[in-house]
């Protein structure tokens, strides 16, 4: 993972919420803002970036059977807790893809859904 873009209402370091949970680590850990997601996704495009949604959608395919681009930068897109991610962001995007759910539940918090998925990706361009 090279760095964080933080857009929407994500609280931007220095936050107090965010040195509570990060524990120091928001000083390592690469960000830049974006006012305009929309507009950050599709400047990424023309850099030849794969844009990816962390979404269950009609077509969204399971991390584990997932074959990302072995090469270039992969945009991952995580959406709000309540809302997931806004239909103009989701069209934008090349994939959708999930963590498979079992049991009743089929959602989980979307901080440990993302750091689950940049963990399967890692594994998998490795």
């Known amino acids: 993972m090279q760095r964080l873009v933080l857009t929407g209402s994500t609280p931007r370091p220095p936050h107090p919420k965010i040195r509570k949970t990060a524990r120091t680590t928001e000083r390592s850990v690469e960000y830049e803002s974006a006012d305009d997601a929309v507009q950050y996704v599709r400047d990424a495009r023309e850099r030849g970036a794969h844009i990816l949604a962390l979404e269950i959608t009609d077509r969204s395919e399971s991390l584990f059977t997932y074959a990302p681009p072995v090469t270039g930068e ?8 309540a809302a997931g991610i806004p239909r103009r962001l989701l069209a934008e995007c090349d994939a959708s893809v999930h963590l498979p759910m079992y049991g009743r539940n089929t959602s989980m918090n979307v901080s440990v859904a993302l750091g689950a998925a940049v963990y399967l990706l890692l594994m998998k361009l490795q």
């Open 74 to 81: 992969i945009v991952l897109i995580a959406g709000n807790e």
